[in-house]
Structures are given as structure tokens and as C-alpha cells.
């Protein structure tokens, strides 16, 4: 059993060493050689394709890097996994978009909006996941 000054002894250097790994933790996230963003490849279509993903509440159904809802699929990688033409042709649909029993609105983007989506999803897409290269929904059925 530790006497009083020997626990506040052993608390006040747990503490210590705890805060120093905090920081240099930090510190070495923050270096540029650990940089994970890609953030370098941020252009103007990107960026409009995320000004409409957040102005249509694409997240409210869909998730991206494991943010978002659980209604409609996960959209991390979704330019691999479907293609351009296809995820183009979703977002220009004149009609909902219904696969699986779902109806995703029908938005009938142009095709200069379609493209910033795209370009979106691509930048999204090469993100650095550590590993997590399939991101996929807790409701998602395997086939």
C-alpha cells in the first residue's frame, strides 16, 4: 500500500508523463511528412463538389469516411468501386434513383455540377484510410 505522499507522488508523475507523450504525440502528427490529407490536390471543382454535398444533406443518408447516415451506401471509395459513368448517371437521373427498395432524390444535376461531385468523390476517394480501405455500413447485407 502506498503511503499519502507516495500516491500523490506516483499521480502527479503519471500525470507528467502522460501530458509529455500527449504532446510529442501531437507533434508528430503535425509534421509534414505525416500529412494524410492530400490536401494539396484541392481544386475549385472539388471544392464546389463539397459545397453541394453539404448543401443537398448528402450525409443525412450517406457516409463518407465513416461519417454520415446508414440509409443509402457509403461513398468513401465510391468512384473505384461503381465508376464515373455510373455515379454521373445517378446524379443526373431524371427519376428517383431506386435501387435495392431505396429512393435517393432525383437532383437532375447539370453536367458541370456532376463533374465537381465527381471530382469530389475522386479526392475523397485517395485519401490514405491506414489500412480501412473497405469502408462499408454496419447495415450493409454481403452478397
Known amino acids: 500500500m502506498l503511503s499519502k505522499s507516495q500516491a500523490r507522488a506516483f499521480f502527479l508523475g503519471g500525470t507528467v508523463v502522460t501530458f509529455l507523450v500527449f504532446i510529442g504525440l501531437t507533434i508528430y502528427s503535425f509534421m509534414p511528412k505525416n500529412d494524410q490529407t492530400y490536401h494539396d490536390k484541392i481544386d475549385a471543382k472539388v471544392i464546389r463538389g463539397k459545397e453541394i454535398w453539404e448543401s443537398n444533406n ?15 451506401p457509403e461513398l468513401t471509395k465510391v468512384i473505384e468501386r461503381r465508376g464515373e459513368g455510373y455515379v454521373k448517371a445517378v446524379l443526373q437521373s431524371p427519376v428517383p434513383w431506386g435501387p435495392k427498395g431505396r429512393k435517393m432524390v432525383k437532383y437532375e444535376m447539370n453536367d458541370a455540377d456532376a463533374e465537381a461531385m ?10 490514405d484510410l491506414n489500412g480501412f480501405d473497405r469502408v462499408v455500413s454496419p447495415l450493409a447485407k454481403e452478397e
Open 58 to 72: 448528402c450525409m443525412g443518408c450517406h457516409t463518407i469516411l465513416g461519417e454520415g447516415g446508414y440509409y443509402a
Open 118 to 127: 465527381i471530382a469530389y468523390f475522386k479526392w475523397i476517394g485517395n485519401i
